[in-house]
C-alpha cells in the first residue's frame, strides 16, 4: 500500500513563492512517475505537473510553466513543487499523486491547502 502526504502549502501574496513536499512510503518509490494536481473551489481537478521514475522528464500545465518546478528525491522518497510568482488563481488543494500503469494516477494524498492573495 502506498501513502503519500503533502504538506507546505499556506497563505502567501501574490507574487510569492511557496515549495510543496510530497512524502511517500510504501512500494518502490523510485519506479514510479509522480505528478502533482489540484483543484479549486467549484473546479474540476486538474493536472499541475509530471516528473518521470528517473527525474530526467518533466511536463507541465501551461498555466504554470515558467513558474513552478517539480523535481524529486528518489533515496528520501519525496517529490517536491516550487512555486514562484504565485497568482491568486493558483489557489486550489493541492494533491501528489503516484502513477503506477497506463495513464491513470493509482494513488492519491489528502491535499494541502495552498492560498494566494491578491
Known amino acids: 500500500q502506498v501513502q503519500l502526504v503533502e504538506s507546505g502549502g499556506g497563505l502567501v501574496q501574490a507574487g510569492g513563492s511557496l515549495r510543496l513536499s510530497c512524502a511517500a512510503s510504501?512500494?518502490?518509490?523510485?519506479?514510479?512517475?509522480m505528478g502533482w494536481f489540484r483543484q479549486a473551489p467549484g473546479k474540476e481537478r486538474e493536472f499541475v505537473a509530471a516528473?518521470?521514475?528517473?527525474?530526467?522528464?518533466?511536463a507541465y500545465a501551461d498555466s504554470v510553466k515558467g513558474r513552478f518546478t517539480i523535481s524529486r528525491d528518489n533515496a528520501k522518497k519525496m517529490v517536491y513543487l516550487q512555486m514562484n510568482s504565485l497568482k491568486p488563481e493558483d489557489t486550489a488543494v493541492y494533491y501528489c499523486?503516484?502513477?503506477?500503469?497506463?495513464?491513470?494516477?493509482?494513488?492519491w494524498g489528502q491535499g494541502t491547502q495552498v492560498t494566494v492573495s491578491s
Open positions: 510504501g512500494r518502490t518509490f523510485s519506479s514510479y512517475p
Open positions: 516528473i518521470s521514475w528517473s527525474g530526467g522528464s518533466t
Open positions: 499523486a503516484q502513477k503506477l500503469s497506463g495513464n491513470t494516477y493509482d494513488y
